[in-house]
């Protein structure tokens, strides 16, 4: 079975401090990687997906970026955090047909940041 | 404005009663769906339906969709304790990956 995997669950960072989330997925081959982030009581912000290694669209300007080194793996980075920056971060996957994605997002467990 | 955008904001029912949703949407959709989500965990994925269908049952829960309306209710039957969490709906963005997500109902089950 597929799981997805977080970490760390919980960070606080100082503002103008490197950040770097990580993500992996087992159990799955292609899938299509998503980077959400979910203010306090609201829903959840696309800020990157991604359709295969080193494709990754970014869907609001902002000063974090995203990698994918290989197949199962997303890193949602920056190289100094803003206060803005504070909330909580989601990674999901969603089976990958030939460049589509199917509908259902899988979702891991997130990362509280607080950038103080 | 957003598409998926839920109604109530907040609902709060004794253990037992039945639950409902509402979502609605502005523009053309291939399905819609209805996640939960736990007090600061993942969202887990609970129901799909079709622009081509109508009412869908999964359990205690029961989807229904107007496309006339462009709106989606989500029925929680019998509620219970473990029910209580935010229930989002979600609806097909732009491209194929983008699905675009309301604020959400916060719902508590009150024992």
């Known amino acids: 079975s597929q799981t997805i995997h977080q970490w760390p669950a919980t960070l606080v960072q100082p503002v103008g401090s490197p950040l770097s989330l990580e993500c992996t997925v087992e159990?799955?081959?292609?899938?299509?990687l998503y980077w959400y982030r979910q203010a306090a009581g609201r829903g959840l912000q696309l800020l990157f997906y991604?359709?295969?290694?080193?494709?990754i669209s970014s869907e609001v300007p902002q000063n974090l970026s995203a990698s994918r080194p290989q197949d199962r793996q997303f890193i949602l980075s920056s190289k100094k955090l803003l206060l803005s920056d504070s909330g909580f971060y989601l990674c999901?996957?969603?089976?990958?047909?030939?460049?589509?994605?199917?509908?259902?997002?899988?979702f891991g467990p997130g990362t509280r940041l607080t950038v103080l | 404005s957003q598409q998926g955008e839920e109604d109530p904001q907040a609902l709060s029912i004794q253990e037992g009663e039945n639950a409902t949703m509402n979502c609605s949407y502005k523009?053309?959709?291939?399905?819609l769906q209805w996640y939960r989500q736990n007090s600061g965990r993942g969202l887990v994925h609970l129901i799909l339906?079709?622009?081509n269908e109508r009412e869908k049952h999964s359990g205690r829960l029961r989807v229904t969709l107007d496309t006339s309306k462009k709106s989606s209710s989500l029925l929680i039957t019998a509620s219970r304790a473990a029910d209580t969490a935010s229930y989002f709906c979600?609806?097909?963005?732009?491209?194929?990956?983008?699905?675009?997500w309301g604020a959400g109902t916060k719902l508590i089950i009150k024992p």
């Open positions: 979600a609806t097909r963005g732009r491209s194929n990956y983008q699905l675009i």
């Open positions: 523009t053309s959709i291939n399905n």
């Open positions: 339906i079709r622009s």
């Open positions: 159990g799955t081959s292609n899938p299509n």
């Open positions: 991604s359709i295969g290694i080193d494709q």
């Open positions: 999901a996957w969603s089976v990958g047909l030939r460049g589509r994605s199917t509908d259902t997002q899988y």
